[in-house]
């Protein structure tokens, strides 16, 4: 995934939530997006869209400035204007697992 300057390659874990509690993951430094793969496809999309707040806000110099509750909220809402308003939907079966 292209981002600006920068190339984040996104990958699915089976380890993630059960070695760091989390569902997903940005790492700057690595440029990788990491998705726990237990979550249903629904869910996954919820969870690039989050990691991907982060990284836009990372990459435009937005800081830390979203708490986690705003960023949940802005991925659920993103996730929804894109399915319900141009019948986008997302896919994972491609993304590797990078465990």
């Not at 939530?17 to 629904?42: C, N």
């Not at 939907?89 to 465990?99: H, V």
Request: proline share 3%; with cysteine.
């Amino acid at each position: 995934m292209k981002l600006g300057p920068h190339t984040y390659k996104i990958t699915r874990s089976k380890t993630l939530r059960r070695d760091r509690s989390e569902v997903g993951r940005a790492d700057y430094v690595d440029q990788t997006i990491k998705l726990d793969d237990s979550m249903p496809d629904t869910e996954l999309g919820v969870c690039f869209i989050h990691e991907l707040v982060h990284v836009i806000a990372h990459v435009y110099h937005a800081g830390d400035q979203y708490s986690e509750d705003v960023t949940d909220s802005m991925a659920n809402g993103l996730v929804a204007y894109f399915q319900d308003n141009l019948g986008i939907t997302f896919d994972f079966r491609d993304i590797p697992n990078g465990d």
